[in-house]
């Protein structure tokens, strides 16, 4: 069974720092990019940070760059989004996704989400 689940989210003060997890199983990880993506109420989904699946070349949003450090062990199944200096406008629902890049398998698989909440 393909499964992405999202962990770490809870309340934070602005200036605070946040570790997200996404657990990847039922396919085969180091063959897909992962993704993190956030929706805060109201507003679209938007791409937050992407890691490629072996070499590891990675992207930020404008808005979290010097901030969030996204990561992934492959030995692991496992993708990170490290949030620090946290701001209020970093409120959302992020989500994990995988993005197949070679071989066989589903062409993406998303994550339920998990709550980030910035305020004092």
């Known amino acids: 069974q393909v499964q992405l689940v999202e962990s770490g989210g809870g309340l934070v003060q602005p200036g605070g720092s946040l570790r997200l997890s996404c657990a990847a199983s039922?396919?085969?990880?180091?063959?897909?990019?992962m993704r993190w993506f956030r929706q805060a109420r109201g507003s679209e989904r938007e791409l937050v940070s992407i890691?490629?699946?072996?070499?590891?070349?990675?992207h930020y949003a404008d808005s979290v760059k010097g901030r969030f450090t996204i990561s992934r062990d492959n030995a692991e199944n496992t993708v990170y989004l490290q949030m620090n200096s946290l701001k209020p406008e970093d409120t959302a629902v992020y989500f994990c996704?995988?993005?197949?890049?070679?071989?066989?398998?589903?062409?993406?698989?998303w994550g339920q989400g998990t709550q980030v909440t910035v305020s004092s």
């Open positions: 890691i490629s699946g072996v070499d590891g070349n990675t």
């Open positions: 039922g396919f085969t990880f180091s063959n897909y990019a």
């Open positions: 996704n995988a993005l197949r890049v070679y071989g066989s398998g589903p062409y993406t698989t």
